[in-house]
């Protein structure tokens, strides 16, 4: 996968300018390559302890190759990109490194951090043990899997799996413990219950059906959890079902049966029902203003609220793919170019 927009600097001048990049998934590093190439010095800070963002650390191997990523991000360390792993950029004092200092120490500063925050479903029994954060398990897993972490950090699955969702979280999360892990945990069952039916699922109904015929998981379309059940922990779900009520814009809405409800037995649950946009900071920093939903408000140039401050990928536009993440921080890397050759804003 290539991220850089040269193969050598030979014929680029350098500029004397500097960017720090805040994340290093498929945005930040597209940028990088783009600037890199430009004649700037470019430093990329992520919290993880490899660049790749979800590519690495969210996405499985079949999917998108680890490999080529590598090859990559080896490419512009090469051409001179500057990578500072384990690095928690944060606005509020929590992390490794203040983003009002990184703002200040560089020419301009490209906001790249993605969707790492989930959506709760805000049911009871939802903080009882063995209900998972579908992409903070998946985070965990790939942490094990690529050597970070050792394997008691995986939080433990069961027998009987419940993922809810529709989207590519709940493909993975039902997937990819039956891949690797069936044995692992004696997995026998996993059920997948989604608010609409397979044909409204944003993983799209071919991925759906795939799911059931190859995986045998068991589909429980138009159904909602209402509650999760334990003693220690999670026993049992009890989930209603939904009918679906056309709307005039947009997907059919789900609305709850009265009366509908059952119970399932299960060992664990994996919550995927969607992420949201993660800022480096939580309660507003450095005059940088956020949409109501959360992603960072940029204008038609990528442009933050903060002069020299650009944001880019998901946490611009909201959980995508890495396609569109790709385009928009070759496009920020442009409108950056062009801010540091006029210092207009
Ligand atoms: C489970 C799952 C499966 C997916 N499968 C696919 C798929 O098959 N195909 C596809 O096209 N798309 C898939 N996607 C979507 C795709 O991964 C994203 O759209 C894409 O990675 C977004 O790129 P990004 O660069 O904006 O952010 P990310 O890839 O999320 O990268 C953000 C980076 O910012 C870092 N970061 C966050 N906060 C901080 C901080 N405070 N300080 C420092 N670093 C920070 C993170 O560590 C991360 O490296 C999937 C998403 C998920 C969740």
Redesign the pocket.
């Known amino acids: 996968m290539r991220f850089a927009r040269c193969k050598t600097l030979e014929n680029v001048s350098k500029t004397g300018k500097s960017i720090a990049i ?8 597209r940028a990088a390559g783009m600037l890199i190439c430009m004649g700037h010095e470019v430093h990329v ?4 302890p490899e ?5 690495i ?3 499985p191997d079949y ?2 190759d680890t490999k080529s990523v590598r090859e990559g991000v080896k490419e512009l360390r090469e051409l001179g990109v500057n990578f500072h792993n384990n ?4 606005g509020d004092g929590k ?1 490794d490194k203040n983003l009002e200092e990184l703002i200040n120490e560089y020419d301009a500063v490209l906001i ?5 925050k989930s959506r709760k479903l805000n049911v009871p029994g939802e903080n009882l043990k063995g209900v998972y954060v ?2 903070d398990w ?1 985070i965990d897993y790939y942490l094990y899997e690529k050597g970070y972490q050792p394997w008691d950090k995986v939080a433990p699955l069961g027998k009987r799996g419940l993922v809810i969702g529709g989207g ?2 709940a ?3 039902a997937e990819v413990p039956l891949r690797y892990l069936k044995d692992k945990f004696g997995i026998e069952k996993v059920y997948l219950s989604y608010r609409r039916s397979r044909k409204e699922a944003p993983m799209k109904e071919r991925e759906f059906n795939r799911l059931v015929e190859e995986l045998h998981i068991e589909p429980l379309e138009l159904t909602i959890p209402l509650e999760f059940k334990g003693e220690e922990k999670v026993e049992k779900v009890v989930l209603q079902r939904t009918r679906l009520v056309p709307v005039e814009k947009g997907r059919p809405k789900p609305i709850p049966i009265e009366g509908s409800e059952f119970e399932i037995n299960v060992d664990y649950v994996m919550v995927a029902i969607g ?1 949201i946009p ?1 800022p ?1 900071f939580e309660n507003g920093c450095c005059g940088i203003e956020v949409e109501s939903w959360g992603a960072i408000k940029t204008d038609e140039k990528f442009r933050t609220t903060r002069k020299g401050v650009f944001a ?4 611009k536009h909201g ?7 790709f385009k ?2 070759m496009d920020a890397a442009k409108y950056i170019d062009e801010y540091l050759k006029t210092s207009e804003w």
């Open positions: 805040v994340g290093a998934g498929p945005a930040g590093l800070y992520d919290q993880m660049p790749g963002g979800l590519m650390f969210g996405i999917h998108v690095v928690k950029v944060y992390g790249a951090t993605g969707t790492w579908a992409l998946l590519l979280t493909v993975d999360a992420e993660s480096p880019a990928g998901d946490v959980a995508s793919l890495i396609g569109p993440a928009s921080g």
